[in-house]
C-alpha cells in the first residue's frame, strides 16, 4: 500500500513566503534538467534574493527506507546576489528542505517580479500525485500554504522540464505545451514546437500527454501536470527532451548539459535573469536518484 493513502501531504514554508507574479518550476526530470537550470538562474546585478525552504510534510516512508533528501547541491547558487535565507519560523528542522523557493526582487522594491520554486527531491511513485496536489497549492492559494500573492491575482505560471520522447524520430530542441488557455511564451520561446498530442482543448494533461501515442514517462511531471490541467491553472510548459543516465553517470550528469543549456537561454530570454553554462555545471547530484538504464532500449519510468 502506498503512503499517500495513509497521509495527508502538504508544504509547510519555514518562513513566510510572498510569491511573485511570476513563478517557475522546476522538479528532478529524467536527468534532474529542471531543477538544475532554475537553480542556475541569477537576477541582474542589485536585485534582492530571498530564499525559503519549504517542508514536505505528511510524506511517510516505508519501513527500512532511508528518510528523503535533497538530490541537488550547488557549489554557488548566487554569483554574487545578496540572498536572504529567513529563518525557520520554528519548524523546528535543521535539515535541508526538499522544496526551495527563490523570490527575487528589483532594487528598491519589497515585491519579487519572479520566485523560482524547485522540488528538490525524488519522490515515491505513490506520493508524487499529492506533491503535485500541494506544490500547486503552495503557488496558487494565497493563504493556504502560509504563503502570499504578491499582486493579489493568478500568477503566470511556467514548468520547465527535459522528457524522455523515444516516441518521437527525430525531437526538436524544444516544445512548448499550454495549459487551459495560457498565453503562448515569447522570445526564444516563441520557436518552440507544440508537443504533438491529439488533445481535445480543454483536455486533462494526461488525456494530452496519452493522445497520438505520445506519454509522458515521468510520475512526477505527469502528475504536476495534471493537477495544474484539471485545477484550471494557465500553464505554460517548456520541454526539453532528456535522456536515460546510464548505470556509470558521473553525479554532474554531463550528458544532460546541452539539454540544459537549452532550457536555461530560452528561460533567461522569458524571466529576465542570466542563465551562466558555467554555474550549471557547478550543480550536481548529491546521490543517484534516478534507475540506471542497463539494458539499450529499456522502457522506465523514471520519477
Not at 38 to 44: E, F, G, I, N
Not at 109 to 133: F, H, K, Y
Not at 260 to 273: I, R
Request: charged share 10%; hydrophobic share 45%.
Amino acid at each position: 500500500m502506498s503512503s499517500a493513502s495513509q497521509s495527508s501531504i502538504c508544504l509547510a514554508p519555514r518562513a513566510p513566503l510572498q510569491m511573485a507574479p511570476q513563478v517557475l518550476i522546476g522538479c528532478i526530470d529524467i536527468a534532474a534538467v529542471g531543477a538544475r537550470v532554475l537553480l542556475s538562474l541569477q537576477p541582474p546585478s542589485g536585485w534582492a534574493v530571498t530564499e525559503t525552504g519549504v517542508d514536505v510534510v505528511g510524506l511517510l516512508q516505508p519501513a527500512g527506507q532511508p528518510s528523503l533528501r535533497p538530490v541537488l547541491t550547488s557549489a554557488s547558487s548566487t554569483s554574487g546576489a545578496a540572498v536572504d535565507q529567513p529563518s525557520s519560523s520554528g519548524s523546528g528542522s535543521d535539515s535541508a528542505p526538499l522544496v526551495v523557493v527563490r523570490s527575487m526582487a528589483p532594487p528598491g522594491s519589497s515585491t519579487p517580479a519572479v520566485s523560482l520554486v524547485v522540488l528538490n527531491a525524488a519522490v515515491p511513485e505513490g506520493d508524487q500525485a499529492e506533491v503535485a496536489a500541494a506544490l500547486a497549492d503552495l503557488i496558487t492559494t494565497p493563504s493556504g500554504s502560509g504563503s502570499s500573492s504578491s499582486s493579489g491575482t493568478a500568477p503566470s505560471i511556467v514548468v520547465a522540464a527535459a522528457m524522455l520522447l523515444q516516441q518521437l524520430a527525430k525531437p526538436a530542441p524544444l516544445y512548448q505545451h499550454l495549459l487551459n488557455g495560457a498565453k503562448p511564451l515569447g522570445g526564444a520561446a516563441a520557436a518552440a514546437q507544440p508537443l504533438p498530442t491529439a488533445g481535445a482543448a480543454g483536455a486533462t494533461a494526461a488525456a494530452a500527454a496519452t493522445a497520438g501515442g505520445l506519454r509522458v514517462r515521468d510520475g512526477q511531471l505527469a502528475a504536476l501536470l495534471h493537477v495544474l490541467a484539471v485545477g484550471g491553472e494557465a500553464a505554460a510548459c517548456l520541454v526539453v527532451p532528456g535522456t536515460k543516465p546510464t548505470a556509470s553517470a558521473p553525479l554532474d550528469l554531463p550528458d544532460a548539459a546541452p539539454a540544459c543549456d537549452t532550457l536555461g537561454a530560452v528561460l533567461s530570454g522569458v524571466t529576465g535573469l542570466s542563465y551562466s553554462p558555467d554555474a550549471c555545471r557547478a550543480v550536481t547530484s548529491s546521490y543517484k536518484w534516478f534507475v540506471p538504464e542497463r539494458t539499450a532500449g529499456s522502457d522506465v519510468m523514471y520519477t
